[in-house]
C-alpha cells in the first residue's frame, strides 16, 4: 500500500516536471497575477508591441479592469487601438493570411500560451532573440530556433549578439549579449522586469479568475481553520459526560 502511493506520488511529481515544459535551463518568470502595478504595465507592452499580430481571442477587455485594478475608460483610451464595443475579444489587427504572407507563419494566438508552453518558456523565449543576419527576419531565437516572429523589443533591450561554440560537428548558440554599443532603452535589468511583467500579462490572460480563485482560497482555508476549532469544542463538550 505504501509503495503505491510512493509510485503513485512519484508518477504525479514526473507529471508536473514534465507539464512544466521539460526543459532544464529555463530562466524563472515568477509571475504573481494579484501584482496589479506589474499587470498594468504587462498590459500597455503586450497591447503597444504584441497585439498587432497576436490576438487573446478567448478574453474579453472588459476583463481587465479587474484584474488591473482600473476603470473600463482607462483601458479603452490606453490599451484599445481602433473601435471598441461591448464584450469585443482581444482580436489581433493583423489578419491570419497577411501574417503567413508576411512572416511564413501566422502568429498564434496568445490566450492559452502561459499555460500551454509555461510561463518560464514564455519569459525564456523573450529573452532568447538574438541577431541573425542569415535568416529572413533578420532575427533569430535560442529556444526556438528559427522562429519567425522577429525582435519586436529590440528597441528596449538593443540588439543581441549570439556566441556559438562547436559542439560535435554543430554549431551552437553558446550564449546571447547586447554588446555595450547596441545598448537599447531599458538596461538588462529593466529589460527582464518588462519582459516578466508580459508574460505575467500572458499568464493572466491564461487564466483570468486565476486571482480570484486564489482570494477565494484564501477564504475557504480560514473558514476550514475556525470550522475544525470549533468541531474540536464540540467533540469535548459531547465526550466531557461520557468520561
Ligand atoms: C510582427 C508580428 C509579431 C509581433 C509584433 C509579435 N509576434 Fe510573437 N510571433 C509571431 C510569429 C509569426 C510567431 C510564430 C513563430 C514561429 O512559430 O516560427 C510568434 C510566436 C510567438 C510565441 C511562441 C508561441 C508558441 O507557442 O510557439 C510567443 C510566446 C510570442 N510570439 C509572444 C509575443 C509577444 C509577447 C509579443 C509582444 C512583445 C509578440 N509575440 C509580438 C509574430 C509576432
Request: charged share 20%; with cysteine.
Amino acid at each position: 500500500m505504501k509503495k503505491t502511493a510512493l509510485a503513485l506520488l512519484l508518477l504525479l511529481a514526473s507529471g508536473v516536471a514534465f507539464g512544466a515544459g521539460g526543459y532544464a535551463d529555463l530562466m524563472k518568470a515568477r509571475v504573481d497575477v494579484s501584482d496589479e502595478a506589474s499587470l498594468q504595465r504587462g498590459a500597455a507592452l503586450f497591447t503597444n508591441l504584441c497585439i498587432s499580430c497576436h490576438s487573446a481571442k478567448y478574453v474579453r477587455w472588459n476583463a481587465l479592469p479587474d484584474a488591473l485594478g482600473v476603470s473600463m475608460e482607462m483601458v479603452e483610451d490606453n490599451l484599445i487601438y481602433g473601435s471598441y464595443q461591448e464584450g469585443n475579444m482581444m482580436r489581433a489587427a493583423m489578419r491570419e493570411a497577411d501574417a503567413e504572407r508576411w512572416f511564413g507563419a501566422a502568429a498564434p494566438d496568445l490566450s492559452l500560451t502561459a499555460r500551454s508552453r509555461g510561463a518560464d518558456w514564455v519569459y525564456t523565449y523573450l529573452n532568447s532573440f538574438y541577431r541573425d543576419p542569415d535568416a529572413s527576419s533578420g532575427w533569430n531565437n535560442t529556444l526556438l530556433v528559427n522562429s519567425s516572429m522577429p525582435h519586436v523589443m529590440w528597441t528596449l533591450q538593443g540588439v543581441p549578439e549570439a556566441k556559438f561554440e562547436e559542439v560535435g560537428d554543430e554549431i551552437q548558440v553558446a550564449g546571447i549579449r547586447v554588446p555595450e554599443q547596441q545598448a537599447g532603452m531599458l538596461s538588462e535589468e529593466e529589460f527582464h522586469q518588462a519582459t516578466r511583467d508580459i508574460t505575467n500579462f500572458m499568464a493572466f490572460l491564461a487564466e483570468p479568475v486565476r486571482a480570484k480563485r486564489q482570494e477565494i482560497g484564501v477564504w475557504v482555508i480560514g473558514f476550514l481553520v475556525i470550522f475544525t476549532f470549533l468541531a474540536y469544542l464540540l467533540k469535548r463538550e459531547y465526550w466531557r459526560d461520557i468520561h
